[in-house]
């Protein structure tokens, strides 16, 4: 590790403001606490508020002769094998609409994979650019989506030679990787840019046992959200380019334009500080991780009726990899939803799950995990096992099961009509959720978590994905983009 990864130049410069007692005539208006509502200085803390300035207007960097976030970023880079790396304090959704206003031409193909993030469909409404989905594996038993095969990008790209670039996500929410590396290459030999949505894969690089990371395996552009798993604050996220084929100049303005011109000093010292513990530290701290998720792996696959997804869910599939951080924890044999076991674990035991769907609960472990913690989780489902009050939902069961076989893989194969960007700006109206089937929709619909869009706007509506979102309803799933939160109507472009 190089000796300048052991600095944190702009933590150091931010504390050195503080330190200085500038008196500030900028914002932020609460002037380092002093016209903040008194009760949320008591519960926030009064040097927390001293400490919230903003990076732009000359705040704290005026007078000094290099920016700190020139030097912090330059660092990030070093550490992630990119040629550029840029601070984001609005999470990867900012890097998603930068990439795809950087990738995406208006009108022009661009190979996106269909299990998108709904910030990557709101990156292709505001391109233009026109999706050639591709669909990742599924499981046939879990119904939980897999990596992006090679062969259907190639596919893709031999059917569309004019597509600017190819987009994937991995790792997915429940921690498979796609294969990157092929991938890769199968876009150098095109010469189009690979993106990868990294969101999930922050810590990636820092242990041999982990799956290998975008940019290291060739991809030019990814986007890797630090909040989520590598101990920055909420929001923080880095946008990382390699290689040649993505216009540096073009993503650099891109980020400008979709990111606050405020940003908080803090989130930017957040970043700094956390790629510098990673540097220093990350391999040792995600062997312990690594051990603890382990260890509840075990114990959680213990309990009758949990099953515990882990790496042989991509037995068979060469190049890719399974984040062993992650439990995603198949609840089907309590006979209850993911959905009403999150619910429960909160209400009785104070346990917070990261997300549930039908069939199973995510918890992430991560480098803020304990023996403790873990010993509170596997506590929590040992008692739900042993509860003989809890409902029996055998029939629920097979609803579910039911549901899953007739949507299959429900991001797949809907016929798009027009692209998200003509749907979403066409003249619209609004129907009945059941009288939606075969109409073109206006307006996105996703669960969220995981946040993947199970109707983009443009796309023709199947009885499927109807069946699919009043069952989701029915069963507790909460829904987002759509401008009808109950969704017993939805936006559709005007016949
Ligand atoms: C695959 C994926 N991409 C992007 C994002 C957006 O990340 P952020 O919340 O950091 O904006 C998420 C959030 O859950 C995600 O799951």
């Known amino acids: 590790m190089s000796e300048e990864q052991q600095r944190a130049p702009y933590l150091e410069q931010w504390l050195a403001y503080v330190d200085e007692c500038v008196i500030p005539f900028t914002t932020p208006g609460h002037k380092q606490g002093r016209g903040a509502p008194p009760e949320f200085v008591a519960a926030f803390g009064e040097r927390a508020l001293a400490l919230d300035i903003p990076h732009d207007g000359g705040t704290f960097d005026a007078h000094l002769e290099h920016d700190p976030l020139v030097a912090a970023e330059r660092l990030a880079a070093a550490l992630w094998g990119a040629r550029d790396a840029v601070f984001l304090v609005n999470g990867s959704t900012t890097g998603n609409l930068a990439a795809l206003l950087t990738l995406g031409r208006p009108g022009q193909p661009i190979v996106v994979t269909r299990a998108m993030h709904k910030s990557l469909l709101a990156g292709l409404v505001l391109s233009g650019a026109r999706p050639v989905y591709v669909v990742p594996a599924v499981h046939p038993e879990?119904?939980?989506?897999?990596?992006?095969?090679?062969?259907?990008?190639?596919?893709a790209l031999a059917a569309w030679p004019d597509a600017t670039a190819v987009a994937l996500v991995s790792p997915t929410y429940t921690g498979v990787t796609s294969d990157t590396a092929e991938l890769a290459a199968l876009c150098h030999a095109h010469g189009v840019p690979l993106f990868v949505d990294e969101a999930w894969g922050p810590h990636l690089p820092f242990h041999p046992a982990l799956?290998?990371?975008?940019?290291?395996?060739?991809?030019?552009?990814?986007?890797?959200?630090?909040?989520?798993?590598?101990?920055?604050?909420?929001?923080?996220?880095?946008?990382?380019?390699?290689?040649?084929?993505?216009?540096?100049?073009?993503?650099?303005?891109?980020?400008?334009?979709?990111?606050?011109?405020?940003?908080?000093?803090?989130?930017?010292?957040?970043?700094?500080?956390?790629?510098?513990?990673?540097?220093?530290?990350?391999?040792?701290?995600?062997?312990?991780?690594?051990?603890?998720?382990?260890?509840?792996?075990?114990?959680?696959?213990?309990?009758?009726?949990?099953?515990?997804?882990?790496?042989?869910?991509?037995?068979?599939?060469?190049?890719?990899?399974?984040?062993?951080?992650?439990?995603?924890?198949?609840?089907?044999?309590?006979?209850?939803?993911?959905?009403?076991?999150?619910?429960i674990l909160r209400r009785d035991f104070r346990i917070a799950a990261e997300m549930a769907?039908?069939?199973?609960?995510?918890?992430?472990?991560?480098?803020?995990?304990?023996?403790?913690?873990?010993?509170?989780?596997v506590a929590a489902f040992r008692a739900l096992a042993a509860d003989r009050t809890r409902p029996d939902c055998a029939a629920g069961r097979r609803a579910v099961r039911a549901l899953l076989r007739s949507t299959g893989p429900i991001v797949a194969g809907a016929p798009q009509a027009m692209t998200p960007r003509e749907a979403f700006f066409a003249p619209a109206e609004r129907v009945p959720l059941a009288d939606a089937v075969g109409r073109v929709a206006a307006e996105p619909v996703t669960p969220y978590p995981p946040g993947i869009p199970v109707l983009a706007p443009g796309e023709v509506v199947r009885p499927e994905v109807v069946e699919f979102l009043q069952a989701g309803r029915a069963a507790g799933m909460r829904f987002n983009g759509a401008s009808d939160p109950t969704l017993a109507t939805l936006r559709v472009v005007r016949a």
């Open 142 to 155: 879990s119904g939980i989506l897999l990596d992006l095969p090679p062969e259907s990008v190639a596919q």
């Open 211 to 343: 799956p290998a990371a975008a940019i290291p395996s060739g991809a030019d552009l990814a986007v890797t959200s630090l909040h989520k798993l590598a101990g920055s604050l909420t929001q923080t996220a880095l946008l990382l380019m390699a290689g040649n084929l993505v216009d540096q100049a073009q993503l650099r303005a891109a980020t400008a334009m979709v990111q606050t011109t405020s940003p908080a000093a803090f989130l930017y010292a957040s970043l700094d500080a956390a790629r510098r513990r990673l540097a220093l530290e990350g391999e040792q701290l995600l062997a312990r991780t690594l051990e603890l998720a382990e260890h509840a792996r075990r114990e959680l696959a213990a309990i009758p009726g949990l099953e515990v997804v882990g790496p042989e869910i991509v037995a068979g599939r060469p190049g890719a990899g399974f984040d062993r951080t992650r439990l995603v924890v198949d609840v089907q044999g309590f006979g209850l939803t993911g959905l009403e076991v999150k619910r």
């Open 357 to 377: 769907d039908l069939v199973s609960v995510v918890f992430l472990i991560t480098i803020g995990d304990t023996p403790e913690t873990i010993a509170a989780l």
